[in-house]
């Protein structure tokens, strides 16, 4: 049982390139979150998910792009990387929806992208 | 809008003593108060949660507190250990529960 699992774990990007931030979870979770974490800061939510075709902005989803095709993955794209992207990125899924019923979020390792 | 206080930023203790992290937060619908621990180098994993049902909930040498008047929880580490140093966080649920927001963190180093 693997839980969430985020690929890469590093990045370096030029400024205006595009990348795909991939994430998988075998836990059979409905819900799939985004977060951006920078330096010293806390975790602000970029996208998250409902469900397979469900999607929604959370508090800084400007400079990025969300699917989820299927149960399983939820990916996030960046589209023209400016500096400002620079972080570390979280994806989580949650039991909510399941018999936990509470929002319990398991978190992958974290992508480090560098946009230079 | 909905936002969550967390205080302090980073937090040195002595081995064996006590450590404490407050939290304020501001939408009142909340329900359900959990904490993460961050260590180096990887994703924050669920180590005490509350809901606001309860005033005090205790799991070994970490405990949470709740008061749900004062819209304040805290989280108590007792008998500090060198394995507890990271960086803590605190959050609440906002009002539609499919969102959890996050206090900004708490770096916690434990002095031998």
């Known amino acids: 049982n693997a839980g969430v699992t985020q690929t890469p774990k590093f990045r370096i990007l030029k400024i205006g390139q595009s990348m795909t931030l991939q994430c998988a979870q075998d836990?059979?979770?409905?819900?799939m979150y985004w977060y951006r974490q920078d330096p010293g800061m806390g975790l602000k939510l970029i996208y998250y998910?409902?469900?397979?075709?469900?999607?929604d902005k959370g508090e800084v989803p400007n400079g990025y792009n969300v699917s989820r095709s299927t149960t399983e993955y939820f990916p996030l794209r960046l589209e023209l990387a400016a500096p400002s992207q620079t972080s570390v990125y979280f994806c989580a899924s949650s039991s909510l929806g399941t018999s936990i019923a509470k929002n319990i979020q398991y978190f992958g390792a974290g992508t480090r992208l560098s946009v230079l | 809008g909905e936002n969550v206080e967390q205080h302090p930023s980073t937090l040195s203790v002595q081995e064996g003593d006590s450590a404490v992290i407050k939290c304020t937060y501001s939408d009142s619908a909340s329900n359900y108060f959990p904490w993460y621990k961050q260590e180096l180098g990887k994703g924050p994993q669920l180590i005490i949660d509350?809901?606001?049902?309860?005033g005090e909930k205790k799991d070994q040498r970490i405990a949470v507190t709740l008061n749900k008047t004062a819209k304040h929880f805290s989280l108590h580490i007792t008998e500090t250990q060198p394995e507890d140093s990271a960086v803590y966080f605190c959050a609440a649920e906002y009002s539609s529960a499919s969102k959890i927001i996050f206090g900004s963190g708490t770096r916690l180093s434990i002095r031998p």
């Open positions: 998910s409902v469900g397979a075709g469900i999607t």
């Open positions: 836990m059979n979770h409905n819900y």
């Open positions: 509350i809901r606001s049902n309860v």
